[in-house]
């Protein structure tokens, strides 16, 4: 049998087949077209004409929708699919009513239909009059289903071609037993122009699968070879093949009738791998008792290891197309003695690998030693690989790397000195990359001397699905920066594969499945994997290998049960509970957050992947921090008298980490200024230092979740929630911050956001205490969406938020609890100011605030010449008490006086000053003034009547 060799289209279309895409009866011709121009222009050219495809059936189909809310009502809405413009889902906005289609047919829809047979004759009817909306007519269907289910019927129609079936295709009805429809739609391909005579028959189709398989086995009861017309979605555009689908085993054949070519299969099994991840952690403070929990939304991994995307360095030969630069070098390393190494100047670590991890040839940077000083990035890069059609793709491979840090921090724990490697990904052919993997600022030695000898063969392990699903990527290793300090024996690695991969996550148990359609195991050899990573963070130790679970050759129906502990893994010494008590508690918080607000998305995963989290971070550092970068990192701290024990073992300080991230993503709209009018200055070579509200109420945010978590957990201490920092975090002292405090706004506040914190955070607390766990809760973390940047706006927001949630049946608890700290709703100014001026005086009239927390006013004056009215200053401020009326007197005459007023509320909180006015008292008996009526003020005005404030300069 002759087969036919499509490549002038078909070699071009090769790289988007999924599973067999590489099968061309015995020969692999995968990537050959995807390397050339040509191909890169045939790209080009599908994608333009996909877009210009979508923006025709976008407008085709919003035109035909206006037409059918006309003639049918509003009453609809449409979900619509995307790669082919048909109305996917149609339904009604509400339930069935005397309104909508039926109505709009004069009743037609209703109780009209007796059986079977009338029901399915309106369908074609309704599908042949609205067949610019489905974008077919009736000739081109067949009825597959008509049956009744528990009051409903449901009706199935496949699209037809030429009287072949369109795979894939579908429009359905659903009726209830009254004949209302209920809803319908259309996943149908409307511009299918391709031969429909096949040129070999399904005979010889089924023995070019037989012949892939060497097998003949078909399954009992399997249907019969059928002709179909395949619609297969490439670059964003459809095209369309005339297919023999064949069954054999367990596999779906789909073979070209065309060109005899394999063009994909599906596994149809449904295996049941299933299984439970739990880890030991610690629940509160470093010395308390490790217990077993669950380990929710890890991510857990299948890896198809029958049919990889790409390999290298498998089977000793050099992979064709791979760029180096620098000392990167194919080949076999070179492992000195120890008394070679010894000699070698700079040189500190563990040396280069004897042999690669399978055979001889790796590629490594200087095979034969380390690299160098002050370098600048020198990079391994692979060929591009390409993941048109591909999903959960994942980069594997073998890795002997040392990287060297000289132990030197400045006064925040920063390495001053250190080296980098790094992994990174490039899905835009090299213009722009991402960074995977990077040591940071840590010491990488993946040598260990065992049994006489050195071992450091290393697996990693990386997701690069948000990067490479679907893509044509580029990957590279780099080797530096590097400092002037030592050097280690750099990047050597082995063994490289790029898989697609199925994802799952665990539950609130632990347990995974990965037994769903959507979810099953479809690949013959697969390698079951997973990190201490999961939906919403990642967690590594700074100072050990990555925690890797792996099992190779895993049985589709096995259950994998394991349990994360600190003593090791996969034999490598770990950290401790580091790790693990981290990813515990970060995603207890985030759980905790969703049972008040559904919607919390742990702050964007999906657009920024989940946070990244450092353990044992610096040398001896004793804090712990957030950064903007989507990081959090925890000091090991230095354990010394009055220092810092491990701050990845303190609940309180995980919470409070992860709340500083929370509280970014809350702002990260907009940036907000710091004020000039609060700085301080902290030591004379420092210069100023800018606080402000918010940089408080980001510490306060993150001190009240840390307690309202950890509040209660502790039996023997039931009340010690309020604590910040206890547990023996600070060695020696008891908490490093409470609560529980006396303090006020503004005579607490000062230059620190640590102690400012304490007002807010102190009254948040007193929330809590008052209105329990879940009012306090719910209210204070709703506020947090305003992003407000004062405590007075805040308590506006958490005001705001009672009378949406609980009609306001909380406000005036809040009003009295925040005033007790000097918080309110800032009032509103006094408005219509006016002065008029006499002898020694101003009398000042002003609109009263509409507000009946309102108890007061202040007026303010200074001379023209004077600098700017300070509201400490009791000598130039006048308590007016509830009046809108007040004469100023004492005043000097013929001198010019800017006046204001600010309205002041029962708890103490003081607006923004008014709109200012200018007034100059006059002696009465001088000829040269006489007394002129008083007029509203604006800037800029002599109000007396006489003349501008610019001839008084002149």
């Known amino acids: 049998m002759k087969i036919v060799n499509r490549f002038t289209k078909i070699a071009l279309l090769a790289v988007s087949f999924t599973v067999l895409s590489t099968f061309s009866i015995g020969k692999s011709w995968a990537f050959i077209a995807e390397k050339s121009p040509q191909h890169n222009n045939y790209i080009q050219e599908k994608k333009t004409r996909g877009r210009k495809i979508k923006k025709l059936q976008k407008e085709v189909r919003e035109e035909e929708w206006k037409k059918f809310t006309k003639k049918y009502g509003s009453d609809w809405q449409v979900t619509w699919n995307k790669a082919t413009g048909a109305p996917h889902r149609i339904t009604q906005k509400g339930l069935p009513s005397d309104k909508g289609l039926w109505e709009k047919n004069k009743g037609l829809w209703k109780n009209i239909f007796w059986g079977q047979e009338q029901l399915e004759n309106y369908t074609y009817n309704f599908i042949e009059e609205n067949k610019n909306l489905f974008r077919l007519d009736g000739s081109e269907i067949k009825l597959t289903r008509i049956t009744k289910r528990n009051k409903i019927w449901y009706l199935d129609f496949q699209q037809i071609y030429q009287n072949i079936p369109v795979g894939g295709s579908r429009i359905r009805f659903e009726f209830n037993e009254n004949y209302e429809l209920l809803n319908f739609g259309s ?46 979605n490439y670059e964003g555009e459809i095209e369309y093949y005339l297919a023999w689908v064949v069954n054999r085993k367990n596999y ?144 594997r491979f073998w890795r002997w790397l040392g990287v060297y840090k000289e132990y030197c921090e400045d006064a925040y724990g920063i390495h001053e000195n250190y080296d980098r490697a790094s ?24 040598a260990l001397f065992k049994d006489g000898l050195w071992t450091g063969w290393n697996l990693q392990v990386y997701d690069l699905s948000r990067y490479a699903d679907n893509e044509t ?16 024996c750099g990047w050597k690695i082995d063994d490289i594969e790029v898989l697609e991969s199925q994802q799952a996550f665990t539950d609130s148990t632990g347990n995974f499945s990965f037994y769903e359609d959507t979810n ?61 008590t981290v990813y515990y508690h970060i995603n207890r918080m985030i759980q905790y957050i969703k049972t008040i607000d559904s919607e919390f998305d ?85 210069g100023p230092v800018f606080t402000t509200e918010l940089d408080a109420m980001h510490e306060a945010f993150s001190d009240y979740w840390a307690a309202t978590l950890t509040d209660d957990d502790d039996p023997d201490n039931p009340d010690s929630g309020h604590l910040i920092g206890d547990g023996d975090v600070w060695i020696g002292h008891d908490y490093v911050r409470n609560l529980e405090n006396p ?167 003081e607006s923004e000053y008014s709109d200012y006015v200018y007034a100059t008292p006059y002696d009465s008996l001088s000829s040269k003034y006489s007394a002129g009526g008083g007029t509203e003020g604006t800037e800029g005005s002599y109000v007396d009547g006489f003349c501008f404030i610019q001839f008084l300069k002149q």
């Open 473 to 488: 990527v580029k990957i590279r290793w780099s080797m530096g920066p590097t400092d002037s300090s030592g050097v280690f």
């Open 520 to 580: 099953s195991i479809t690949w013959e050899k697969n390698t079951f994997s997973m990190k201490i990573a999961g939906k919403y963070v990642e967690v590594y130790n700074e100072d050990t290998r990555d925690a890797l679970y792996v099992v190779e050759n895993v049985d589709p129906n096995d259950t994998v049960q394991h349990c994360w502990c600190p003593v090791t893994y996969n034999d490598i010494p770990s950290g401790g509970y580091d790790e693990l």
């Open 743 to 909: 303090f006020e706004y503004p005579d607490d506040y000062g230059d620190d956001p640590y102690a400012n914190s304490l007002i807010l955070s102190g009254g948040m607390w007193d929330v809590r205490q008052q209105l329990g766990k879940n009012v306090a809760d719910t209210l204070l973390h709703f506020a947090r969406y305003s992003g407000d940047t004062t405590f007075a706006d805040y308590l506006a927001s958490i005001l705001q938020q009672d009378k949406i949630i609980y009609k306001g049946a909380h406000l005036e608890t809040l009003k009295e609890i925040f005033g007790f700290r000097g918080i309110s709703k800032s009032p509103n100014p006094p408005t219509r100011l006016i002065a008029d001026a006499g002898d020694t005086t101003v009398e000042l009239t002003w609109e009263a605030v509409d507000d009946p927390d309102v108890i007061g006013y202040y007026a303010y004056y200074r001379t023209e010449n004077d600098i700017e009215t300070s509201r400490e200053d009791p000598s130039v401020r006048r308590d007016i008490g509830n009046e809108t009326i007040y004469t100023l007197d004492g005043l000097s005459n013929e001198t010019t006086y800017v006046l204001k007023v600010t309205s002041y509320n029962t708890y103490g909180t």
């Open 252 to 395: 779906r054949y789909f073979v070209d009738a065309q060109s005899a070519e394999i063009i994909k299969r599906h596994n149809l099994a449904r295996t049941a791998l299933t299984g439970k991840v739990e880890g030991m952690i610690l629940p509160k403070f470093f010395n308390d008792d490790p217990v077993k929990v669950p380990f929710k939304d890890l991510k857990v991994y299948i890896l198809n290891k029958s049919e990889p995307i790409e390999t290298a360095l498998m089977d000793n030969n050099q992979p064709a197309g791979w760029q180096t630069d620098g000392l990167w070098q194919f080949g076999d390393p070179e492992q000195k003695n120890i008394n070679e190494l010894m000699n070698i100047p700079g040189h500190a670590g563990p040396p280069n690998p004897e042999e690669g991890h399978t055979g001889n040839n790796i590629f490594g940077y200087n095979l034969g030693g380390d690299y160098s000083n002050l370098m600048r990035p020198k990079y391994l890069t692979t060929s591009p690989i390409s993941c048109l059609d591909k999903e959960g793709v994942i980069l």
């Open 602 to 686: 742990g702050m964007n995963p999906d657009r920024k992947g989940p946070i990244k989290v450092i353990t044992r971070w610096g040398e001896n550092y004793n804090n712990a921090f957030w950064s903007p970068l989507h990081l959090i990192c925890f000091g090991e701290g230095d354990s010394k008298r009055n220092g810092f024990r491990n701050f990845a073992l303190f609940s309180d300080i995980i919470y409070h980490e992860y709340t500083h991230g929370i509280t970014e993503s809350f702002y990260s709209f907009f940036m907000p200024l710091q004020s000039s009018s609060l700085n301080t200055t902290d030591g004379e070579d420092e």
């Open 187 to 232: 996943d149908t391909y409307p511009e299918i122009d391709i031969n429909c005579s096949p040129l070999i028959d399904n005979n010889e189709a089924q023995q070019i699968v037989d012949q892939h398989l060497q097998s003949s086995e078909t399954w009992p009861n399997q249907n019969d070879v059928q002709l179909i017309i395949l619609p297969i």
């Open 423 to 446: 992994v990174e990904v490039s899905n835009d052919d090299g213009s722009t990359w991402s960074t995977i993997w990077s040591n940071g600022t840590g010491q990488v030695e993946d």
